[in-house]
């Protein structure tokens, strides 16, 4: 069955400090990939996506992923993790020519200590 | 850019009582959701539409209707809410293939 894991639950990283989150899915081919950030209380908001070509793509708020089709990740990563980014972090996948519904993991929540 | 609009943030109903979120897009997209989203449980589909007056049912239907009369409108309707639907609802619409969702801000319904 297609999926999408993020196996992190939460991470809990310190200001300033360097961060990676982790999304594997399972797909045949390879799918439509975004990254969603959901601050507390609010909707979700794109951070970026990955259709084809170049496999590191860069995002708003200074977030970038990297696409590995040998592992089926699609990791987000910050250099320098600022207090505002404390939020929940969605990976998503859609395959080109299915349904219009993508498959989201189940989220993972980051906290920033100052 | 899109925007997506859910009419109330915060809503408390009491049980029984019949409620409805409303969500309006402004780009003249065809499709739009409706997921509820509950700790630990990620995001669940619960109904969708392809345009005015299709829907289609998501992955937990039961409990819940929707209403698509213009385009740029989709209702999510509870007949009898339960407290089992406190939950935080979000509206998305779809541009393109592909391009990804634009979310709404979000309703968090309390029912009591």
């Known amino acids: 069955a297609q999926s999408v894991t993020q196996p992190d639950i939460h991470i809990t990283v310190s200001e300033g400090a360097s961060l990676e989150l982790r999304c594997n899915y399972s797909y045949g081919a390879t799918p439509y990939l975004f990254w969603y950030v959901q601050s507390p209380g609010q909707g979700l908001q794109l951070l970026l996506k990955?259709?084809?070509?170049?496999?590191l793509v860069q995002g708003i708020k200074g977030f970038e992923a990297e696409f590995k089709r040998s592992q089926s990740s699609f990791n987000l990563r910050k250099p320098s993790v600022h207090w505002s980014d404390a939020a929940e972090y969605f990976c998503a996948v859609w395959l080109s020519g299915g349904s219009y519904i993508p498959t989201f993991g189940r989220g993972t929540s980051l906290i920033v200590h100052p | 850019d899109v925007k997506v609009t859910q009419s109330s943030r915060y809503l408390v109903k009491r049980t029984g009582e019949k409620v409805f979120l409303e969500c309006v897009q402004d780009?003249?997209?065809?499709?739009m959701f409706w997921y509820r989203q509950d700790p630990g449980l990620g995001l669940r589909l619960i109904y969708f539409?392809?345009?005015?007056?299709?829907?289609e049912k998501g992955d937990i239907p039961e409990g819940y209707s929707v209403s698509r009369e213009k385009k740029e409108r989709f209702s999510l309707i509870l007949e009898s809410a339960s407290t089992n639907q406190t939950s935080m609802y979000l509206c998305a619409s779809w541009a393109e293939r592909g391009y990804g969702y634009t979310f709404g801000s979000g309703t968090r319904l309390t029912v009591v």
């Open positions: 539409s392809y345009d005015v007056k299709m829907k």
């Open positions: 990955y259709f084809s070509g170049d496999t």
């Open positions: 780009m003249d997209h065809e499709n």
